[in-house]
């Protein structure tokens, strides 16, 4: 079973579209966190959710907009797609005392 | 604030060298450490990880890291690399209590025969 895992893997649309990525874990886990991986290979955190509620927002444009529906969910919604947009999203989830994060395969989305 | 440095961008390896992969972290307190492994389009893998203890940890595929608090290092160690460890490595830093990963830049690795 896949501990962490997303769709589409996969995403190309045009600017100005509306899209959105699901991920799902099964491991129970109350954290849940979307990275963003820029063409250079580097991994920022966007936004991170503990138990359904939004803890952590960094600096992103309010066209991207987390949700979720449970502990086991966090949905990503971007809104009027820009060219900038276009790198490849990954989420993760944590809990207990691990504190390791399981990430997703992540999402290449290209905006065209 | 936490940061992590990977001073290496790319590293070339024989296959069945040795390797090593630095990464330097900054963080007050006592750091949390990992290492990632990144194939060609696929997710991060964990590779191992330190939050205290023994300063030398072992993790999956023959890696291992040393964690150096004097030298705020915690470096990627391998005895022979294999041409499948080709990848890009990063070294990321956590804190307690869910906070987000902050990864270095990474580290690509190329193996030659």
């Known amino acids: 079973d896949t501990a962490v895992s997303q769709t589409p893997k996969y995403l190309v649309t045009q600017m100005g579209n509306d899209k959105s990525i699901k991920c799902e874990q099964n491991l129970g886990h109350d954290t849940m966190y979307w990275y963003k991986q820029d063409s250079k290979k580097f991994l920022k955190i966007m936004f991170s959710y503990n138990n359904k509620e939004l803890i952590i927002n960094e600096t992103v444009p309010n066209r991207f907009s987390p949700k979720s529906p449970d502990k086991a969910h966090l949905n990503l919604h971007i809104n009027s797609l820009e060219l900038g947009d276009s790198a490849v999203y990954f989420c993760a989830s944590t809990g207990g005392e691990a504190y390791e994060q399981y990430f997703g395969p992540g999402t290449r989305l290209t905006v065209t | ?113």
Do not use: M
């Open chain 2, 1 to 113: 604030a936490q940061s992590v440095t990977q001073p290496d961008i790319h590293i070339t390896v024989s296959e069945g060298a040795s390797l090593e992969l630095r990464c330097n972290y900054s963080y007050g307190a006592t750091p949390y450490l990992f290492w990632y492994v990144q194939s060609p389009g696929q997710g991060l893998q964990l590779l191992l990880k330190y939050f205290s203890g023994d300063t030398l940890v072992q993790g999956i595929k023959g890696f291992e890291a040393e964690f150096k608090r004097s030298q705020s290092s915690f470096n990627l160690r391998k005895p022979s690399v294999h041409w499948s460890d080709a990848a890009e490595y990063f070294c990321a830093v956590g804190a307690p209590w869910r906070t987000p990963l902050v990864f270095g830049k990474g580290t690509r690795l190329s193996v030659i025969a």
